[in-house]
């Protein structure tokens, strides 16, 4: 049976893992509160990072980046506004939106993937 939640878990940790190689702290997977969710939050050198991850077995339904749509980006957003209140963070805390994105087997990291 064919269950999206686990195969987008898997493809998380997978994820997470290659962001621990290149070097990034991993916080917290699947962040989740009753705006949105984050799928992973790390910490890069001084920076609080944000990643959204998206896969794709193949490019028939469009590359895995462009599913990360203006709507997308606003939930994120939020997201992470909300995490950064309720973690005790500052506004001033330098903070980025990266992207990893699996094609097949590919992994990319995108980073500064968009801004607010």
Do not use: W
Not at 15 to 22: I, M
Not at 79 to 96: F, I, K, L, V
Request: one cysteine or more; proline letters at 2%.
């Amino acid at each position: 049976m064919y269950n999206k939640r686990k195969i987008g878990g898997d493809y998380e940790k997978l994820a997470a893992n290659h962001l621990r190689e290149k070097g990034y702290t991993i916080l917290e997977l699947n962040f989740y509160h009753r705006g949105g969710e984050l799928d992973i939050i790390a910490k890069d050198g001084k920076y609080l990072v944000f990643v959204e991850v998206k896969y794709r077995t193949t490019i028939h339904n469009g590359y895995p980046e462009e599913a990360i749509d203006y709507r997308k980006r606003k939930s994120i957003i939020q997201s992470a506004n909300y995490y950064m209140y309720s973690h005790g963070y500052y506004e001033d805390t330098p903070c980025r939106f990266d992207a990893v994105v699996i094609l097949d087997n590919e992994i990319k990291v995108i980073q500064d993937a968009f801004e607010i």
